[in-house]
DNA sequence: TGCAATCTATCTATCAACAGATAGATTAGT
DNA sequence: ACTAATCTATCTGTTGATAGATAGATTGCA
């Protein structure tokens, strides 16, 4: 992947973070990348392609982020409860897929299908660590909630306030 | 108000639960209605407007649905996740408020600052029913999650699965 | 080696559609 | 006659997308 390829990801990223899908346009990306729009085409032909494979590239580096940690701590809620933990503390404070989630029904078919995908791997990933479907539902609507939450209110403590079950119990286990 | 301030609401709030603030304009809206685009702006000066009155009435709303079956039973985590459930499993999928919060940081002061009323009046009457604070961050992160997920994965039985603890327990009263 | 063909990555310029918003005329009810 | 509500018409700006030109690197063949 070229350089300026992942420059174009990165910028789309960051603003579908702050607005999703309709908070970026080609002129904007072209602005923060330093090139213009039409070059933006180029690589990207349509917006459904730019925003689906910036969602294709967040789901799988959170899938290695997860395994990379939990082969570390065992401990599958901890390990979700931070990793979602530094994405409420980040500068964008919010996850693209949560965003885009929030709003699938507007968005292009390419792009709700990369959405999904992002929440299915998340859930399979669960169970195969351990928890019952149930439990892997749950779990996994409190820190998405967590971080919408979080992000209503301006105040990344609030995700610390709603997941303090989660990162720091030491019982209930993967 | 009057019938058609009341309609423009309607319209507005179907629109935003699907797609948020850039999710509808006034023409639209005025199509829905069977006005011009330019008598919207009668109603409503802006857009900003326009959406944060249609937050301020879904908490409104919201608040008084809570307190009227709070009334009838005593078990609040069964209450709320029994008000989200109806808004889950409409035909509109979402709660404009989740949406907006997810988008929190595009929107417009007045919308934000309504979406934040809307987070705080849902922790605060949580308390009051007689939840910890804690609980209560959890609790409600669970619950906008869920809708979150439900709608990401097209399917709103998985707002069930997320919140069964809740709505089926007797025991972990309010 | 040297030349022709192709590819990559960018540019300029432009299009039709749609956005929010405003001014001013018109209509209908009291 | 006044007022509330709607209309017509228009403005300025932005959007996603496309066409066509260009410069430079790479490749393939004689």
Known sequence: MSDM????????ERR?????FGGFSFREIAEDVGIKSSS???HFPTKEDLAAEVVRRWTDRTSGNIDREFAK???AKRVWAKALRGTAFSKAH????????????????????EVKRFFKMCQDKMVAQGMSADDASEFLSTIIGALVVANALRDSAEYD?????FRVAEKSAA
């Open 40 to 42: 933006v085409h180029y």
């Open 16 to 20: 579908i973070q702050a607005g999703g």
């Open 94 to 113: 919010m996850c693209p897929c949560t965003i885009l989630g929030a709003s699938s029904q507007d968005l292009p078919k390419a792009v709700a299908a």
């Open 5 to 12: 390829k992942t420059a174009i990801l990165d910028a789309a």
């Open 73 to 75: 701590d065992p401990n």
């Open 161 to 165: 306030r709603a997941t303090t079950t």
